[in-house]
């Protein structure tokens, strides 16, 4: 595992405020140079976990063929232009996940494949993310950001806490990670050494420090030190007007009170603002190395959403998941649209040879297959390279095999990350073709 150590040369400062700066050629932040040795640096691997809840539309989500020929059903449309740094895996599951009820107990071990306490107890297993961030994730600020869209439900539902249906990440057996809803204060994680309110600018704070290293590198690291310091700044104010138009709650607030009524419970103002803030809270974390292992969970299973945006305002989305009209497929590519703007953002940062999508492992799943709570088999997607480890553009599909464990594509990816186990969950192999 790479030892990142901080220094005056790896990070900008200012007065509470720490900002880790992107992959540059003219400085060795993340390689051990020996003295006198030239070695190019090499960036780390990242992972990114996103979910959406509910499932697909059960006649859309399908790919066949490879590479640059993969044919995509229409949920995965937008998915098109990464055809070839992508894996479509169907066929998994968590035997787990059908003892139980619906919902909770599908949704609660999607990530450990751990049994689940009933009665209202809270007890699943740690989460492969998780793990790897207790030990990969220890060489960065911050170990790992764990985002939500849409706030915990902490009822009951046929004698499994729904709280297994809003966390997908568990840092131990009975701890569910903490959600971060609110894209201000994740972006404080990142990047202020206290998350507190003020009124000066994370750039503002470092701008001296920014200076300084400006003179010691190459032109074209100083260009693309001058396009991440914009897209910094870019996010900032994009949060600032957002505050002040009353569309996203909590951090700075411009107002002593809401000049809009209070949504309804779990459901978050202008949701499409707030995907693509998270998205690109996601995306600045792994440029800047502030973390590795970031995990997003767009809604919860049995999810209260709605879309007026999309013109789908009439009905939730837990209800809207139940049948396969033209308006779940709309919500669907949504969703995946937002893995694709992550996608497209971490492709168009070039690391070395490398993009930061080829030195990411961007996985996207749901805990049933669609609407009718089918989790015989789950949908997978993972894009990127995993540090040149993954090789993308093929369909794999396990659905036929007796040993197809969920657990056995974490302990695979838990390989690219130098994170290695001899048994995970219910798993004690490896998916060879992985």
């Known amino acids: 595992m790479n030892q990142h150590k901080f220094s005056r040369r790896t990070m900008l400062r200012g007065i509470g405020v720490s900002m880790a700066l992107p992959w540059l050629e003219s400085l060795n932040v993340w390689g051990d140079v020996a003295a006198g040795a030239k070695v190019a640096s090499e960036a780390p691997v990242r992972l990114a976990v996103l979910f959406a809840g509910n499932g697909f539309h059960s006649k859309e989500w399908w790919a066949k063929g490879a590479?640059?020929?993969?044919?995509?059903?229409?949920?995965?449309?937008?998915?098109?232009?990464?055809?070839?740094?992508?894996?479509?895996?169907?066929?998994?599951?968590?035997?787990?996940?059908?003892?139980?009820?619906?919902?909770?107990?599908?949704?609660?071990?999607?990530?450990?494949?751990?049994?689940?306490?009933?009665?209202?107890?809270?007890?699943?297993g740690t989460s492969f993310d998780q793990l790897i961030a207790q030990r990969y994730g220890r060489s960065t600020k911050v170990p790992s950001l764990v985002l939500a869209c849409e706030k915990s439900n902490p009822s009951v539902h046929k004698n499994y806490s729904m709280l297994y249906s809003s966390h997908i990440s568990w840092s131990s057996p009975t701890t569910p990670t903490p959600l971060e809803l609110y894209p201000a204060l994740a972006f404080d994680r990142l990047f202020k050494d206290e998350v507190e309110r003020g009124d000066k600018s994370v750039l503002d704070a470092v701008m001296a420090d920014a200076s300084d290293v400006r003179r010691q590198i190459s032109k074209s690291d100083q260009r693309k030190l001058d396009e991440y310091l914009d897209s910094v700044r870019d996010v900032e104010q994009r949060i600032e007007s957002a505050g002040k138009q009353g569309e996203l709650q909590g951090w700075r607030p411009t107002l002593e009170k809401p000049n809009i009524p209070r949504p309804p419970e779990g459901v978050p103002q202008n949701i499409a603002d707030h995907m693509r803030l998270m998205c690109d809270i996601l995306v600045l974390g792994f440029q800047t190395d502030t973390t590795r292992i970031t995990t997003l969970k767009l809604n919860n299973d049995h999810s209260s959403l709605r879309f007026p945006h999309l013109g789908v305002d009439y009905m939730i989305h837990h209800l809207l998941s139940h049948s396969d009209t033209a308006d779940w497929l709309k919500v669907n590519q949504f969703f995946l649209e937002q893995?694709?703007?992550?996608?497209?953002?971490?492709?168009?940062?070039?690391?070395?040879?490398?993009?930061?999508?080829?030195?990411?492992?961007?996985?996207?799943?749901?805990?049933?297959?669609?609407?009718?709570?089918?989790?015989?088999?789950?949908?997978?997607?993972?894009?990127?390279?995993?540090?040149?480890?993954?090789?993308?553009?093929?369909?794999?599909?396990?659905?036929?095999?007796?040993?197809?464990?969920?657990?056995?594509?974490?302990l695979s990816l838990m390989d690219k990350m130098n994170v290695k186990l001899d048994k995970f969950g219910d798993a004690t192999e490896r998916l060879a073709e992985v």
């Open 67 to 124: 590479g640059k020929s993969m044919e995509l059903g229409k949920v995965l449309t937008p998915l098109l232009p990464y055809r070839e740094k992508m894996l479509v895996v169907r066929g998994l599951y968590n035997e787990e996940a059908q003892k139980g009820n619906i919902h909770s107990s599908q949704t609660g071990n999607l990530l450990s494949g751990a049994p689940l306490a009933s009665g209202g107890e809270i007890r699943s």
């Open 339 to 410: 893995l694709a703007y992550i996608a497209g953002k971490l492709d168009g940062i070039q690391e070395g040879e490398r993009t930061a999508l080829d030195n990411s492992m961007l996985v996207f799943l749901s805990s049933m297959m669609n609407g009718g709570h089918d989790a015989t088999q789950l949908p997978v997607v993972v894009l990127g390279g995993g540090g040149g480890k993954l090789r993308g553009g093929q369909v794999l599909n396990y659905r036929e095999q007796s040993n197809r464990q969920m657990c056995r594509l974490y």
